[in-house]
C-alpha cells in the first residue's frame, strides 16, 4: 500500500482541505474542525487540572516529529 499526504491548506477557519493518494487513487476531503486549537488548549488544561489523560501522547507526538523531519529533508 502507498499513500502520500499531497497536500494541506486551510481556506477557512474550522475547514481544512486535503488531497490524499492511495494506491494511485486522489481523493479530495474537507475536514471540519472548528476552533481546533482552543478544544487543544482545553484538554490540556484538563488534564493538569483534572488527570485526564492527554489525547495525543509523547509517543505520537515523537512520531510525528520524525515524519515531518524526513519529510523536510526530501525537500532539502
Known sequence: M????????VFQ?????NVEIL????TT???LCPQNYMLEIEQFGRCILEGEKPLVDREETLRN???LDKAFACCR
Open 2 to 9: 502507498f499513500f502520500v499526504l499531497v497536500s494541506f491548506s
Open 13 to 17: 477557519a474550522g475547514h481544512t482541505d
Open 23 to 26: 494506491d494511485e487513487t486522489c
Open 29 to 31: 476531503y474537507t475536514v
Open 65 to 67: 516529529a520524525r515524519v
